[in-house]
């Protein structure tokens, strides 16, 4: 039996995949098998993973498309190692990941049931050196986040000031994945934070506070989908997100923030302004919520410099 199995769900990115699997391929800790999951590919997918010659590397398939939770799930489901470690097929580990998640876990007690890493992000095209310092900034988490723990982090996770990037960078025991019954097939989006929740509550997290994981940025939903998303995940979490509102988070500013910065993308900026909250804007926001609106439509340039200043003024008030 292996000791870690690794999960890559994937739909039509049979370019993309060889990436992800020979960075998995390439660890220096080798004790693991690779499960593959189709998710109802029409094109090249199963001939990609099928050609590998390495008996670790397994091809499962959904006869149609069922969604990124499915396929993880089915890989928990077919995991056969102690641990089963997530990489979205987009995304690569650099060599070291598996052998560091391990050997921080090692010797810790059985309260300790899942480790990340830190991680970097490329975002291709025009600009993406912009939006690579912007996305730098929201994957570096608050000085004052604690970064290890159980329940202590849900707070931060809710409030969106930890940033695991859980669907690439997360090992954790198999039995607990199968305990918490995976993935939630009814969500849309925030599957990942909403997996770190229900693993919190059943263990301690631990951290490597090295960067294993590349994610390659590959886009984000329009902002009415985004906000029914949010909604919905509130929604199912209400009692968490009123005890860490209770312990001073602003979970919901968090989440309107995410939503004002998607506002503006779009050239919507007196909607995206709207959703600014002097509480969840300070000057670590700023240079994103920038980018975004300098992303926006042609007709929105000059409420753009607007919003921009608005943004300023709520990360000095809110200092």
Known sequence: MPTVSVVIPTYNRAELLTRAIDSVLAQTYDDFELLVVDDGSTDDTEEVVTGYDDERVRYLAHDTNRGANPARNTGIEAAEGEYVAFLDSDDEWRPRKLDAQLDRL?????DWVAVYTDYDVTVPGAGGLVRETAADLLATDDEETPVEGGEELVGPTLADTLHTGAGSTLLVETEVARRIDGFDE?????QD???LLRVLLEGQLAHVPEPLVVRH???SPDAETAHAAGEEFLAKHDELVRRAERDGYDVRGAHDLVL?????REG???RGVANLRPS??????VPSLAWFAATGSRRGRTLAVAAFVAMLLFARRSR
Do not use: I, N
């Not at 004002?260 to 503006?264: G, H």
């Not at 969840?280 to 926001?285: A, D, E, K, N, Y």
């Open 106 to 110: 090692d010797g810790t007690d059985d």
């Open 186 to 190: 009814e969500l849309d989006w925030f």
């Open 193 to 195: 934070p909403d997996f």
């Open 217 to 219: 940025y590959s886009g």
């Open 260 to 264: 004002a910065k998607y506002y503006l």
């Open 268 to 270: 919507r900026f007196l």
């Open 280 to 285: 969840s804007v300070g000057p670590r926001q």
